[in-house]
Every structure is written in C-alpha cells, then in structure tokens.
C-alpha cells in the first residue's frame, strides 16, 4: 500500500548538477529514517547519504561537499541535490525509507532511477 517513486535521473555531464526526487504515497502514518542509496554496474549498493526525521543528515565520504539530501515532511518527500557530477557517480539511485503505517515500520525502497555522468 505504501510505495515510494523516484524521479530526476539522466544523463549529465561532468561537471553538472542533477537533482532527485522520491515521494512516498499510500497509508502513512509517519517516516523515520530516508536515505539515498546507489549501485554502479558490478559494485554492490552503497549509502550515498541519509537523513533523520529531525533533520540530521550524513553522506558518504565520496559525496560529501558535492551532495544535499533533505525532506519535506508534508510532501512525504526526499531529495538528493547532486552537484560537481563525476564519471565515478554514474549508477543506479534508490530511495529507501522506513515507514510506519497503522500498525507497523517497515522498510520501503524505490524503483531506481539511472544517473549517468558523461566525462
């Protein structure tokens, strides 16, 4: 009943910024924890960053400086704005989030949506 949908993928050049979009629908009673994760082609998903329901955010050391997660509780919804894109950014991007509905907490994720970064 819950799903998240991402968007604000594609391609870029290096260099450039993109900013990603995913927004959470259905029965929610509350979200806890949203994070940003990645997976490159033979690599293994990797946290890119995270933020609480307070607003305390941490990122990935090959991000940090370049990458902003932040929410917006009444939109249910979590951004990653990407700038000073590299070539090494180019993946895969899911959102994640722990939601709880009427009775429980559970773990969502997104679709995925491809960021690719041209050198």
């Known amino acids: 009943q819950v799903q998240l949908v991402e968007s604000g993928g594609g391609l870029v050049q290096a260099g450039g910024s993109l900013r990603l979009s995913c927004a959470a629908s259905?029965?929610?009673?509350?979200?806890?924890?949203m994070r940003w994760y990645r997976q490159a082609p033979g690599a293994q998903r990797e946290l890119v960053a995270a933020?609480?329901?307070?607003?305390?955010?941490n990122y990935a050391d090959s991000v940090k400086g370049r990458f902003t997660i932040s929410r917006d509780n009444a939109k249910n919804t979590v951004y990653l704005q990407m700038n000073s894109l590299k070539p090494e950014d180019t993946a895969v991007y899911y959102c994640?989030?722990?939601?709880?509905?009427?009775?429980?907490?559970?773990?969502?994720w997104g679709q995925g949506t491809q960021v690719t970064v041209s050198s």
């Open positions: 259905g029965s929610i009673v509350s979200i806890n924890a």
């Open positions: 933020i609480t329901s307070g607003g305390s955010t």
């Open positions: 994640y989030a722990n939601i709880r509905d009427s009775w429980y907490n559970s773990d969502y």
